[in-house]
């Protein structure tokens, strides 16, 4: 093999293996949690009417910040069981949450869902009283975000995306550990509001939920530092193979 050849295939290697240990190191960077409201939720109304609702929070770090991707989907009637008064449709219409502190400021993108409305530091009267939440998004309406007519949100087994960029120095395992943080020490808390629930019996009905349920959908990920995965330890030593090579070159 001639020496150009040889240097190359060399070059071609490292660039194949940084490529390689970049791309999954980076397929790891994005943290994830679900939040649940169900029956495990504490409701303004007594009984419950049965609405509920998923919202994924997706971590992912950025330039200057973290960008958090949520995914707000209608679970109403889509549950393996009922509760309630057992709804079978409703209008997801708002969704508030908390913030860790290390959070110094955000900016809202609604995409493309309905929730085009933001508010900060949002209020809704609720189960225990008036409750303020850092955020608060709602659908196109009129109403404030605790209340008020609003135009059509997200049906039954419907659902929409929204994006906020996080301005932190935190990466994205830390923010989602903060988010975590803030739940185990039962400071955490969100809100789901549904217009239009129907059921048996009644229609017309709304309701908000309050949190109690989180999950972290990444089991591995305990807040420590992660052990690269067996793929990554490949390119990586496939890049630590590729300098050997070279320097044997260039000793010869």
């Known amino acids: 093999m001639t020496t150009f050849t040889s240097r190359l295939l060399g070059s071609s290697l490292l660039a194949t293996s940084i490529a390689l240990a970049s791309s999954l190191v980076s397929a790891n960077a994005a943290q994830a949690l679900t939040i649940n409201f169900d029956s495990t939720s504490t409701s303004t109304n007594t009984p419950a009417t049965g609405a509920s609702a998923q919202v994924d929070f997706n971590f992912v770090d950025v330039a200057d910040g973290v960008q958090l991707d949520l995914t707000l989907l209608n679970t109403t009637n889509q ?4 509760f309630g008064l057992g709804a079978t449709d409703s209008e997801f219409v708002a969704f508030g949450f908390d913030l860790p502190d290390f959070i110094s400021s955000y900016t809202y993108n609604s995409l493309s869902s309905p929730f085009t409305r933001l508010f900060a530091d949002a209020e809704i009267n609720g189960a225990g009283g008036k409750n303020v939440f850092d955020i608060g998004i709602r659908v196109t309406g009129s109403g404030t975000f605790g209340g008020g007519q609003t135009a059509a949100g997200l049906n039954s087994g419907e659902s929409a995306q929204v994006s906020f960029f996080l301005n932190t120095t ?3 395992q830390a923010v989602e550990q903060g988010f975590a943080n803030l739940f185990n020490g039962q400071e955490f808390r969100a ?3 549904f217009q239009a629930v129907d059921g048996p019996g009644f229609s017309g009905a709304s ?4 949190v109690s349920t989180i999950s972290n959908s990444d089991p591995g990920d305990d807040g420590e530092v ?3 995965e067996p793929g990554t330890l490949v390119g990586l030593a496939l890049i ?9 070159r260039k000793s010869c």
Do not use: C, E, I, Y
């Open 226 to 228: 992660s052990v690269p």
């Open 170 to 172: 935190s990466n994205a």
């Open 191 to 193: 809100v789901a509001r």
């Open 240 to 248: 630590g193979g590729s300098f050997a090579a070279s320097r044997r």
């Open 207 to 210: 309701d908000k939920l309050l």
């Open 79 to 82: 549950l393996a069981t009922s």
